[in-house]
């Protein structure tokens, strides 16, 4: 585990302190799973684009074109 620091706002601040340590281990478990969403998502996103190339190349070479794709999402 790391720590980082993080500048909210003077009123946030102000409640964490004054929160007892129950929530703040509960809060921080949310924040983290929260973080590691993010991350996931993230890193899912950069890799996104070479699957979608390799879908549309795999349907090109099953005979989808994009005529007879733009008929099959007229008739959805």
Known sequence: MA???LEVPA???EWYREIGPADKANDGVDFLLW???RQKRREAGTQLGP???EIGRQAQER???PDLLEE???NE
């Open 51 to 53: 699957i979608m190339d």
């Open 63 to 65: 005979g989808l074109t």
């Open 3 to 5: 720590v980082i620091q």
């Open 11 to 13: 009123s946030v601040a």
């Open 72 to 74: 099959i999402l007229r």
């Open 35 to 37: 973080l590691e969403d």
